[in-house]
């Protein structure tokens, strides 16, 4: 009986101790963050470049596109840049793990002056999307 019991407690405190390791990786990796990490030394001497390529996409005519738009839980939004030429190509760009879409703006310029009429979603808990959590693009 004494073994069980010892046996049932130490399985307890193992369960107890992944829930615990789980629940924290869990949030670092796919939990919403509303915060900018900071970066490395290296990748700061880039920074004046990357907030060109923002500058122009903040200036730049575009529209905002919403995908339930009235529901704040459910929320998706984009950016759609209509090339002047009127053309029927466009390019969609998404962004990278706990970006959004002015991370992509240097992509979004090239492929402008490239000619292409630009779509850039935030995924789902990224940029101004809602929602909690990360999904990779599963509900997107």
Same mark, same amino acid.
Do not use: C
């Given at each position: 009986?004494?073994?069980?019991?010892?046996l049932?407690?130490?399985?307890?405190?193992v369960?107890?101790?992944?829930?615990?390791?789980?629940?924290?990786?869990?949030n670092?990796?796919?939990?919403?963050v509303?915060?900018?990490?900071?970066?490395?030394?290296?990748?700061?001497? %880039? +920074? *004046?470049?990357? /907030? =060109?390529?923002?500058?122009?996409?903040r200036?730049?005519?575009h529209?905002?596109?919403?995908?339930?738009?009235?529901?704040?839980?459910k929320?998706?939004?984009?950016?759609?840049?209509?090339?002047?030429?009127?053309?029927?190509?466009?390019?969609?760009?998404?962004?990278?793990?706990?970006?959004?879409r002015?991370?992509?703006?240097? %992509? +979004? *310029?090239?492929? /402008? =002056?490239?000619?292409?009429?630009?779509?850039?979603?935030?995924?789902?808990?990224?940029?101004?999307s809602?929602?909690?959590?990360?999904?990779?693009?599963?509900?997107?």
């Amino acid at each position: 009986m004494k073994k069980s019991v010892t046996l049932g407690l130490s399985l307890a405190a193992v369960a107890t101790g992944a829930l615990y390791v789980s629940h924290r990786l869990f949030n670092v990796a796919f939990k919403r963050v509303n915060y900018v990490p900071e970066t490395s030394a290296e990748k700061q001497k %880039y +920074a *004046q470049q990357y /907030y =060109n390529y923002v500058d122009w996409f903040r200036q730049i005519p575009h529209e905002t596109w919403y995908l339930h738009q009235n529901d704040p839980a459910k929320r998706l939004v984009a950016t759609f840049i209509q090339h002047p030429d009127h053309l029927k190509k466009t390019v969609i760009i998404s962004h990278g793990y706990k970006g959004n879409r002015e991370t992509m703006a240097n %992509y +979004a *310029q090239m492929f /402008y =002056n490239l000619g292409f009429n630009v779509l850039l979603p935030d995924d789902r808990a990224h940029g101004d999307s809602a929602g909690q959590y990360i999904n990779f693009g599963w509900l997107d």
